[in-house]
Protein backbone atom coordinates (compact mmCIF):
# COMPACT_ATOMS: atom_id res chain seq x y z
CA UNK A 1 0.00 0.00 0.00
CA UNK A 2 2.78 2.66 0.84
CA UNK A 3 4.10 1.70 -2.90
CA UNK A 4 1.19 2.37 -3.96
CA UNK A 5 0.64 5.67 -2.38
CA UNK A 6 4.66 6.85 -3.21
CA UNK A 7 3.84 5.70 -6.80
CA UNK A 8 0.70 7.72 -6.97
CA UNK A 9 3.00 10.68 -5.18
CA UNK A 10 5.64 10.65 -7.90
CA UNK A 11 2.87 10.99 -10.67
CA UNK A 12 1.02 13.45 -8.90
CA UNK A 13 4.40 15.40 -8.61
CA UNK A 14 4.94 14.62 -12.56
CA UNK A 15 1.63 15.32 -13.58
CA UNK A 16 2.10 18.51 -11.75
CA UNK A 17 5.82 19.66 -12.97
CA UNK A 18 4.29 18.85 -17.17
CA UNK A 19 1.19 20.97 -16.01
CA UNK A 20 3.72 23.70 -14.95
CA UNK A 21 6.42 23.56 -18.15
CA UNK A 22 3.10 23.97 -20.10
CA UNK A 23 2.06 26.80 -18.44
CA UNK A 24 5.78 28.36 -18.59
CA UNK A 25 4.88 27.40 -22.38
CA UNK A 26 2.02 29.14 -22.94
CA UNK A 27 3.06 31.93 -20.59
CA UNK A 28 5.96 32.84 -22.83
CA UNK A 29 4.01 32.88 -25.97
CA UNK A 30 1.65 35.22 -24.96
CA UNK A 31 4.18 37.73 -23.96
CA UNK A 32 5.38 37.55 -27.32
CA UNK A 33 2.26 38.02 -28.48
CA UNK A 34 2.04 41.20 -26.23
CA UNK A 35 5.27 42.88 -27.35
CA UNK A 36 4.47 41.68 -30.97
CA UNK A 37 1.07 43.75 -30.51
CA UNK A 38 2.77 46.25 -28.34
CA UNK A 39 5.36 47.16 -31.55
CA UNK A 40 2.22 47.26 -34.08
CA UNK A 41 0.41 49.53 -31.65
CA UNK A 42 3.74 51.65 -32.03
CA UNK A 43 4.65 51.41 -35.47
CA UNK A 44 1.01 52.31 -36.42
CA UNK A 45 0.84 55.31 -33.81
CA UNK A 46 4.00 56.56 -35.73
CA UNK A 47 2.59 56.28 -39.04
CA UNK A 48 -0.68 57.84 -37.79
CA UNK A 49 1.71 61.14 -36.56
CA UNK A 50 3.46 61.48 -39.71
CA UNK A 51 0.16 61.38 -41.48
CA UNK A 52 -1.56 63.86 -39.71
CA UNK A 53 1.85 66.13 -40.26
CA UNK A 54 1.68 65.68 -43.96
CA UNK A 55 -1.88 66.67 -43.65
CA UNK A 56 -1.12 69.91 -41.60
CA UNK A 57 1.58 70.52 -43.92
CA UNK A 58 -0.71 70.26 -46.61
CA UNK A 59 -3.29 72.05 -45.33
CA UNK A 60 -0.57 75.13 -44.68
CA UNK A 61 0.49 75.31 -47.55
CA UNK A 62 -3.22 75.71 -49.63
CA UNK A 63 -4.48 78.18 -46.65
CA UNK A 64 -1.26 80.35 -47.71
CA UNK A 65 -2.30 79.48 -51.68
CA UNK A 66 -5.75 80.31 -50.47
CA UNK A 67 -4.41 83.88 -48.71
CA UNK A 68 -2.25 84.77 -51.58
CA UNK A 69 -5.49 84.39 -54.11
CA UNK A 70 -7.87 86.12 -51.55
CA UNK A 71 -5.19 89.13 -51.63
CA UNK A 72 -4.16 88.86 -55.29
CA UNK A 73 -8.04 89.20 -55.74
CA UNK A 74 -8.30 91.85 -53.48
CA UNK A 75 -6.03 94.29 -55.51
CA UNK A 76 -7.19 93.35 -58.88
CA UNK A 77 -10.97 94.51 -57.39
CA UNK A 78 -8.85 97.48 -56.30
CA UNK A 79 -7.28 98.22 -59.52
CA UNK A 80 -10.84 97.86 -61.21
CA UNK A 81 -12.77 100.14 -59.19
CA UNK A 82 -9.83 103.09 -59.70
CA UNK A 83 -9.88 102.78 -63.53
Known amino acids: ?3 YLQQLSKEHMQLT ?12 D ?3 EVDKQRNMILD ?3 EK ?5 QL ?3 LD ?5 YKELQTFLKH ?8
Open 44 to 46: VSE
Open 49 to 53: REVIR
Open 30 to 32: LEK
Open 56 to 58: TFS
Open 17 to 28: KNLEDELKLKIK
Open 76 to 83: KRQAVIAL
Open 1 to 3: MED
Open 61 to 65: HYRSG
